[in-house]
């Protein structure tokens, strides 16, 4: 099985061939296709993880659609003070699948 681990949006996430995933909103409509920096390749028995070897691979993926979290609810409350306050915060992401690892 070929995987790699990839840099996106100051996380690092485990993708492999078809895979979908949802990172931090990245500058790109939907249907265009980015390329994201490798740190790790794993391909069957074979580990790749220097600097120079990773340069030469690429994994590319196609944006399918900018879309917004799920909407997370922030409060803050001190008792006897009559302080009380509540924001919310939906964060902005992107889905892209994985097309391809070389």
Do not use: C, H, W
Not at 2 to 14: F, L, M, P, S, T
Not at 38 to 51: I, N
Not at 63 to 69: Q, S
């Amino acid at each position: 099985m070929v995987y790699a681990i990839v840099r996106a949006g100051g996380r690092q996430e485990k993708v492999s061939v078809g895979d979908l995933v949802t990172l931090d909103r990245l500058k790109a409509a939907p249907g265009a296709s980015i390329e994201l920096p490798a740190l790790l390749l794993v391909d069957g028995e074979k580990v790749t993880s220097a600097a120079d070897e990773l340069a030469k691979v690429t994994v590319t993926a196609e944006v399918i659609e900018n879309l917004r979290g799920q909407k997370i609810v922030i409060q803050k409350f001190k008792n006897k003070t009559g302080y009380k306050k509540r924001q919310g915060f939906r964060a902005s992401l992107t889905k892209v699948k994985v097309t391809s690892i070389a």
